[in-house]
């Protein structure tokens, strides 16, 4: 949201996948596609991963959009939080 305006960055999807628990973790999976320069979508994922949890890029798509400068990046993104004793996370 507010990381893409400031990076110039438009978000054209976010779709939230399956939760689970891994080692202790809840992993929720996402599928976003977002848009703009590659420097910006660069600045976007790093002041993403920093600010909302410990991101891991499992799959990523990079495609231009018509001959300019914008692109558009799909990317599979897992985030992990740790899981309290009583099983949902902290």
Same mark, same amino acid.
């Given at each position: ?6 990076? =110039?960055? =438009? !978000?054209? =999807? ?15 999976? #996402? ?6 320069? #590659?420097?910006?979508? #660069? ?15 499992s799959g990523f798509t ?6 300019g400068p914008r692109i558009? !990046?799909? !990317?599979? !993104?897992?985030? #992990? ?7 949902? =996370?902290?």
């Open positions: 949201g507010r990381a893409g305006t400031r990076q =110039s960055v =438009s !978000l054209g =999807s976010v779709r939230p996948g399956a939760r689970r628990i891994v080692q202790g973790f809840e992993e929720t999976t #996402y599928d976003i596609e977002v848009r703009g320069e #590659y420097r910006s979508l #660069y600045q976007w994922l790093r002041e993403a991963q920093a600010g909302v949890a410990p991101l891991v890029v990079l495609r231009s959009i018509d001959a558009v !990046l799909a !990317l599979k !993104l897992a985030g #992990y939080r740790p899981v309290t004793g009583q099983g949902g =996370s902290q």
